[in-house]
């Protein structure tokens, strides 16, 4: 079983960039494909990006495509999200999730495993 736990959040300004990385611990890192969500006030959690196990293949929502980049150092048990240009619309809580498997999934209902959250806050 693996353990997650996130580090990265902060308050920005619009515009700039700031880097989540999620460290995990328990597991045979590379057996897990991780994922990247994220909950704003008053909403409910939505996808934002997921790799594979291997870091081949990677998928985000539409809302941060271009912007945000997903990578993993299975060497050092570590997921990043790399967010550019960001928006006030980014604010809200950002959570690491890994599943068993290679294979990328969009759905929360599939990871089992999550961190505790890092919250993200983007001023206009």
């Known amino acids: 079983q693996v353990q997650l736990v996130e580090s990265g959040g902060g308050l920005v300004q619009a515009g700039v960039s700031l880097r989540l990385s999620c460290a995990a611990s328990?597991?045979?890192?590379?057996?897990?494909?991780m994922g990247w969500f994220r909950q704003a006030p008053g909403k409910e959690r939505e996808f934002v990006a997921s790799?594979?196990?291997?870091?081949?293949?990677?998928y985000y929502a539409d809302s941060v495509k271009g912007r945000f980049t997903i990578s993993r150092d299975n060497a050092k048990n570590t997921v990043l999200l790399q967010m550019n240009s960001l928006k006030p619309e980014d604010t809200a809580t950002y959570y690491c999730a890994g599943r068993v498997g290679t294979w990328i999934s969009t759905m929360e209902d599939e990871y089992p495993y999550w961190g505790q959250g890092t919250q993200v806050t983007v001023s206009s």
């Open positions: 790799i594979t196990g291997s870091g081949d293949n990677t």
């Open positions: 328990g597991g045979t890192f590379s057996h897990y494909a």
